[in-house]
């Protein structure tokens, strides 16, 4: 199975697509999946950029909306998570995870779907400690605090992450597992990004929980972005004896290292993304324990039986099939041919697919729930290469990906001056 992976996808969908169709014919060969290390920016109209926490300048249509809508479809099954440049809004209808447009998928906040035999997890948006033990409170409309919150990790989707027990061939996240800088070539690193230095000297450069989740799984493959750049690492597992190769990835942009191809044995095709019976069991389990406040969660108290709800879920798995819920459109796709936006935007709808997943998992709806506390105050690897802290503030000083570019404008405005004052 060939196997494509991309960094930062900020909604240019036509153009990673583009490539690896120039890819398939230039290497005689078929990419059988996509996957997407977050800042998809599944944007399907006007009204979803208001969701979207980049500066306004930054704000545009870009193409996904053409996937949605249906006037385009993508060449190869995608799956990808979230990372801190998302419609919020939207991915928070498929908080479980669901068909964000036909043939791509999202992970949800936190999940595993299978593809073939391949088992692919998942955890979307960056490491936050101020937000991390608090509940899911955000809801839309987003003002200036809970538009940057709203992608923040959760310590309950983590958490059920950590129940997972069955291998897991890849896993993806936005932000890198915070130590991975010294299982890889983290000199060049600063070399070329020099303002990393000190977080890499501190070891903070990235995620905790995403640490804890690589050394829990210990997945043959973990895929990053987040950070601008391509930085591969080997990660040696003392206690299994396994290894995880690790590779983070760049933005699209035209001579940036944005994709790579990587090829694992399988089973023979034809391959489709299916529900994971072992991660619906954990859905159905840890369900009732959803913090929708900013209150943390209560783990301890989890009144299903692990082996009779995997049971369950097998047994009704088996009847209905493993492929997930239809596609339905939930919000009128932007038109380009109108300067005014048409059709309704309603702030809130409940999405048909996490309805009937959840109907079938015999699980209450809860992602409109808006009760007390939900608001808070505004203030060398086997890779084939191709191609002052605030309550909202990461702990690094990268928090958001266009903050790298920006750092990387002032480094480069510094050399300048120097030189000038020479």
């Known amino acids: 199975m060939k196997i494509a992976v991309e960094g930062c996808m900020h909604g240019d969908l036509d153009n990673v697509y583009r490539t690896l169709q120039h890819y398939e014919k230039l290497h005689s060969t078929k990419i059988d999946l996509l996957l997407c290390c977050g800042d998809f920016q599944a944007v399907r109209n006007e009204k979803d950029l208001e969701s979207l926490n980049v500066p306004r300048k930054y704000r545009e249509m870009k193409t996904f909306w053409k996937y949605y809508s249906g006037e385009e479809v993508a060449p190869f099954p995608t799956i990808f998570i979230g990372g801190n440049h998302e419609a919020s809004n939207y991915l928070w209808e498929l908080y479980y995870g669901g068909w964000a447009a036909p043939n791509i998928y999202f992970l949800g906040f936190a999940g595993v779907v299978k593809f073939g035999n391949i088992r692919i997890g998942g955890l979307s948006g960056i490491y936050n400690r101020h937000n991390y033990c608090k509940g899911h409170y955000e809801r839309p409309p987003y003002n200036e605090s809970t538009i940057r919150s709203i992608y923040h990790v959760r310590e309950y989707d983590v958490h059920k992450l950590m129940q997972v027990e069955e291998p897991i061939d890849i896993f993806l996240s936005h932000d890198w597992p915070v130590g991975i800088t010294d299982c890889g070539d983290w000199k060049k690193l600063v070399r070329d990004k020099p303002f990393?230095?000190?977080?890499?000297?501190?070891?903070?450069?990235?995620?905790?929980?995403?640490?804890?989740?690589?050394?829990?799984l210990k997945p043959p493959y973990w895929f990053s972005a987040h950070l601008h750049c391509k930085f591969a690492a080997l990660v040696q597992h003392e206690e299994a004896g396994s290894v995880t190769n690790f590779l983070a990835l760049d933005k699209c942009q035209p001579g940036r290292k944005f994709l790579q191809v990587i090829e694992i044995e399988s089973e023979p095709g034809p391959y489709e993304i299916q529900y994971d019976e072992e991660w619906l069991e954990i859905t159905r389990r840890f369900n009732s324990n959803f913090p929708l406040t900013n209150r943390s969660a209560n783990f301890w108290n989890?009144?299903?039986?692990?082996?009779?709800?995997?049971?369950?879920?097998?047994?009704?798995?088996q009847a209905r099939g493993a492929r997930p819920f239809e596609f339905t459109q939930t919000a009128p796709p932007y038109n380009p041919s109108n300067s005014v936006p048409s059709g309704t935007f309603p702030e809130y709808i409940r999405n048909p697919q996490t309805e009937?997943?959840?109907?079938?998992?015999?699980?209450?709806?809860?992602?409109?729930?808006?009760s007390e506390s939900s608001q808070v105050p505004r203030s060398p690897l086997p890779l084939i290469r191709t191609g002052s802290l605030e309550d909202n503030s990461e702990d690094i000083p990268i928090d958001d990906v266009d903050d790298v570019d920006e750092l990387e404008e002032l480094a480069e405005d510094a050399v300048d001056t120097k030189t000038e004052n020479i």
Do not use: I, M
């Not at 000297?201 to 050394?215: C, D, I, T, V, Y």
């Not at 989890?302 to 798995?317: A, G, S």
């Open 356 to 370: 009937s997943l959840l109907q079938f998992l015999e699980l209450p709806y809860l992602l409109d729930n808006t």
């Open 196 to 216: 990393f230095e000190k977080e890499v000297q501190e070891r903070n450069l990235g995620s905790k929980p995403a640490a804890q989740l690589l050394e829990k």
């Open 302 to 317: 989890v009144p299903l039986d692990k082996q009779d709800c995997r049971q369950w879920v097998r047994r009704n798995l």
